[in-house]
């Protein structure tokens, strides 16, 4: 995890517990980017949309500008396209975001790094158990 986001996991408090606050963790933000690309693999969607999805998936409360950025970023990398919708909105044009076969690779990358990362995830909270 990178160096500034140290004690996270106390929220900035000392002896309190946190378990239950709404902000993300780095974890949460690492999975930021797996997340909306299942999601624009099952569907084409509008970021507006997919802030909602994330939200009804429990990743907690991403600001909207993380969420833009990594759509961005996704399209940089050419993981993603987006198309003006000129015809569906009320209001002005949006963006419609959807996947690319190179980001499907990394989408199956993404499975392969979970896949590995899965089983050390196990070991960890069995041992908060014992």
């Known amino acids: 995890m990178p160096r500034r986001r140290r004690g996270w996991a106390m929220n900035g408090q000392h002896g309190e517990n946190h378990a239950n606050d709404q902000s993300h963790s780095p974890l949460t933000t690492s999975l930021l980017e797996p997340a909306l690309l299942l999601l624009v693999r099952q569907k084409a ?51 419609n975001y959807e996947i690319t076969t190179l980001g499907i690779q990394a989408l199956e990358n993404w499975q392969k790094q979970l896949e590995q990362h899965k089983n050390l995830i196990e070991q960890l909270l069995s041992r908060f158990n014992s």
């Open 45 to 95: 969607r509008h970021g507006y949309t997919l802030l909602n999805e994330l939200d009804q998936q429990k990743m907690g409360s991403i600001h909207p500008s993380m969420v833009y950025r990594m759509l961005r970023d996704l399209e940089g990398f050419g993981w993603i396209r987006s198309t003006w919708d000129m015809d569906e909105t009320q209001g002005p044009p949006r963006r």
